[in-house]
């Protein structure tokens, strides 16, 4: 930066501290303004403006890039280009970008007269991520005034999705079609009444282990790859993973799965379950708990081979008796089921039975393999109310290559008698069938894919709560590419999706 004028106002936060130190100490009253400021726009000026009229010395504190929460691709400038930004204007006496998430600690360090906020702040309640109340919490505490600026409200990320959209033409087009349709509220509200639910989720427990190693080459002795291995990580995958994300937006969820009698695992995937999920492990006698271990290329993320650890031949009969008829007087008390089938040996034909029987409504994804595929498919099943397929398992359901994904979910969904369908197709979005509309191709939303494992469960968990709702078979789809994006970003099943994030990835989206 050449202009020494700009120079003199952008600060370090400790170097604006020692300044307002001595500003205080001549009288001066302080003013502070935080935010990201991704696209400097009119609104952002007249709020500057006003706000620099209430002391006598205005201060601004920009959010840092890996701390903006406002969707995708963002910020769209990273926070030297917006500190130079702000540095330019006339009413900005200073300008440093924070160290933490939120301004709580900056208002701390600071301490300033007035802490002034955009008009669309206001209203306390209608702050999803609850940081507005922690800073007026705050700001009582530093014996500062919370002040709210008052003048027409502009959104950074309306402007962005208008003029600086990350997305292809089509996708934007179909995304300018959806906003006319429906109210980001009402999306919203639908994402929040799915902790109404209470959800139970049966199916195959997964390890998914991870070794990360580099390439060295063929073993001179024999014709094999050699690899130099770097580290290790264990993810909880399968129904684990598909009852952690029904976790984060459902109320209650009753998780049951199998787990081997030796290399069980067990304290590490209590460890790894989400709060308000309550297992009921069943023990497979002489069997392991089923392992995938993948050896990854650390530097290109390439999966090398992978590895089973695993005895898929499920309960003895006497066993798979009690659990199902546990499972019969378990089942009416849940809002929904969902069947995680991965093929390993947790659902047997006779628990088919009772899913299919005793569930008010029933969700189902067989997943196809390297363990199953070829026999492993949806039309075990009867009767479901909703069911989601990647496509190629949808081919492999309906023992067809070569007829358009369109004909073959059409055909399988009436088939199963579902109430809505959902076959995904990574790229390329998804296809949404409803008994009584016509069937519908949602684009996809993801940007930065880092892994596609697990993306296909976490779209699964959360589209069976929206279908189980009720939901228009669009927001369905919508809902599910979102969780989509949200999936490839994770390494694996390292986490599982925030529902906080999924809010803010549809408010950005949706602006």
């Not at 399968?238 to 290399?263: I, M, P, R, S």
């Not at 031949?313 to 009690?322: C, M, R, T, V, Y």
Request: aromatic residues 8%; contains cysteine.
């Amino acid at each position: 930066m050449d202009n020494p004028i700009l120079k003199k106002k952008i600060l370090s936060i400790g170097e604006l501290n020692t300044r307002l130190k001595v500003l205080k100490s001549d009288g001066k009253k302080i003013v502070l303004c935080h935010g990201v400021f991704d696209l400097l726009h009119i609104g952002h000026i007249r709020y500057f403006r006003q706000a620099a009229k209430m002391g006598d010395v205005l201060v601004v504190t920009v959010t840092p890039d890996e701390f903006v929460d406002k969707g995708p691709d963002r910020p769209a400038f990273t926070a030297a280009l917006r500190v130079e930004a702000i540095a330019s204007l006339d009413a900005v006496n200073f300008v440093a970008v924070n160290k933490w998430p939120t301004a709580e600690e900056t208002l701390r360090l600071l301490k300033p007269d007035y802490y002034v906020k955009g008009a669309e702040f206001k209203d306390l309640n209608a702050d999803m991520t609850g940081k507005i109340s922690q800073e007026a919490a705050i700001v009582k505490e530093v014996g500062c005034k919370l002040v709210f600026a008052e003048d027409i409200v502009f959104s950074s990320s309306n402007l962005i999705n208008r003029y600086l959209s990350q997305f292809p033409e089509e996708t934007e087009e179909y995304l300018d079609i959806f906003r006319k349709r429906y109210k980001l509220d009402d999306i919203i509200k639908i994402v929040t009444k799915m902790a109404s639910l209470d959800v139970l989720v049966v199916g195959d427990t997964i390890l998914d282990e991870y070794q990360y190693c580099s390439t060295l080459g063929v073993s001179s002795k024999d014709p094999a790859l050699a690899l130099h291995y770097q580290s290790r990580d264990l993810f909880a995958g399968g129904a684990l993973a598909v009852a952690n994300h029904v976790a984060a937006f459902a109320g209650n969820v009753q998780l049951v799965t199998l787990l081997g009698d030796h290399e069980r695992h067990e304290e590490f995937i209590r460890s790894q379950l989400a709060a308000n999920v309550t297992p009921h492990f069943i023990t497979q006698a002489e069997a392991p708990t089923t392992l995938k271990r993948r050896f990854v290329d650390g530097y290109s993320f390439t999966k090398l081979f992978e590895i089973y650890v695993m005895d898929d031949s499920g309960l003895n009969k006497d066993e798979d008796a009690k659990l199902c008829g546990w499972l019969c007087e378990q089942i009416p008390k849940f809002d929904l089921v969902i069947a995680a089938d991965f093929g390993h040996g947790a659902i047997s034909g006779a628990l088919v039975d009772e899913l299919v029987n005793g569930a008010k409504f029933l969700s189902v994804n067989t997943q196809a393999n390297a363990g199953n595929r070829g026999y492993h498919v949806i039309t075990r099943y009867p009767r479901i109310d909703f069911g989601c397929l990647a496509g190629h398992e949808l081919k492999l359901a309906m023992r067809n290559e070569y007829d358009h994904e369109r004909i073959m979910t059409d055909r399988l969904a009436r088939r199963l008698g579902c109430q809505q369908f959902v076959s995904t197709l990574g790229k390329r979005g998804c296809l949404v069938w409803g008994r009584d509309d016509d069937l519908l191709g949602i684009p996809a939303f993801a940007g930065n894919v880092v892994d596609r494992v697990g993306a296909g469960d976490a779209f699964f968990a959360i589209a069976s709560l929206a279908s189980s709702m009720g939901v228009p078979n669009e927001i369905l789809g919508f809902l599910g590419n979102i969780i989509g994006a949200e999936a490839v970003e994770i390494i694996g099943n390292k986490k599982p999706i925030d529902k906080l994030n999924v809010k803010k990835h549809i408010t950005a989206i949706l602006k």
